[in-house]
Structure formats: structure tokens, C-alpha cells
């Protein structure tokens, strides 16, 4: 039986209004349990260095392909800050952070990672704290080049630095000469 993308999206149109955000949830959680579960398993062949350095060029090509996306799916327009913070915001890492805290003013942006499921659940599993760091930016500087060559990212603290328990990681978008 051949299925086409309008029946599957009769398909989704059948769930009840009430449980989309957890059925689109439960599937950005999945993709984020299959990229741990990877990089585990490469981390385990390979060590911890050579699985941070395939993550990192994997999620800066992320980065601009989701960006692209998001830009594209919601017609964002703009090559200001706030447009980058905005479909940040609807990053499949963003809606990833449980609590998060944005604060966007005309040429910067400020995204901060109040609890990290990533971080905390490894540390449940008696693992060490990923040093997500050049992950994470090789992602943010790729998705908000994306938009605009001249945004800038800075990051002031994201793991393997010292962090306070409330705040794992703190990334800030600035516009060149704005």
C-alpha cells in the first residue's frame, strides 16, 4: 500500500488538537535519544575528543539546514536579531530546553540554559558532563549565519566550564557594527 505525504498528513490532522505539542515532543525527544545514543557509541569506539569533533561538524551543518528550514516553513524574513532569536526559538534544540530563559533587544539576543536534560541525565547515569561547548556553537554561529553573516554568537559559559547548578549555558547574539 503506498501512502503519500497528504494521507499521512490526514493522518496527523487526526490527533486531537490537545496532544500535538506531545506528539511533536515525543519525536524531538526520539531525535535527540538516537543522537546521544550515537554519540555514546562513538564516544565508546573512538574516545570522548574524536565523538565531540564528529558531533560538532555534524550539528554546525545542522545548524544551517535548520535554520533554512525554520526560515522557510514560517517565512521569516528579516536578518536582525530578533528574527534569529525567534526561529532560534523554534530550534529543535530550544524546544529541547525544558527551562530556558530569551531575552532579545534590538541588536542582541540572549538565550540561557536553566536545566539541561542532556547534562543531567547523563550525570544520572554516573556519566561526566559533556563538554557541549563546540558543539553547541559550531551550531548557533552556523544557524544565525544563516540568517545573517554579521550576527555574531559569544558564548559566556556552556560546559566543560564551571557553571552555577541553575545555569549550564549562556549564549549571546550580537550584531556586527549594530
Known amino acids: 500500500m503506498l501512502i503519500s505525504r497528504e494521507n499521512e498528513k490526514k493522518l496527523i490532522k487526526k490527533i486531537p488538537n490537545y496532544k500535538l505539542a506531545d506528539f511533536v515532543f515525543m519525536h524531538l525527544r526520539n531525535m535527540w535519544t538516537v543522537d546521544g545514543l550515537y554519540y555514546l557509541f562513538i564516544e565508546e569506539k573512538f574516545g570522548t575528543k574524536e565523538a565531540t569533533e ?15 528550514k525554520i526560515k522557510e516553513l514560517l517565512n521569516i524574513k528579516g536578518k536582525d536579531i530578533p528574527s534569529v532569536m525567534k526561529a532560534l526559538s523554534y530550534s529543535g534544540w530550544s524546544l529541547d530546553l525544558e527551562d530556558k530563559e530569551i531575552e532579545i533587544k534590538e541588536n542582541k539576543g540572549i538565550i540561557r540554559n536553566i536545566k539541561c536534560r542532556v547534562q543531567n541525565t547523563r550525570l544520572s547515569k554516573g556519566l561526566s558532563e559533556f563538554g557541549c561547548k563546540p558543539v553547541r556553537w559550531g551550531f548557533l554561529k552556523e544557524f544565525a549565519k544563516e540568517f545573517n553573516p554579521k550576527i555574531k554568537v559569544g558564548c559566556n559559559i556552556c560546559p566543560p566550564d564551571e557553571h552555577k547548578d541553575d545555569l549550564w549555558c549562556e549564549w549571546i547574539f550580537t550584531l556586527e557594527g549594530g
Open 54 to 68: 564528529i558531533d560538532r561538524k555534524i550539528w554546525e551543518i545542522m545548524g544551517k539546514i535548520e535554520a533554512r
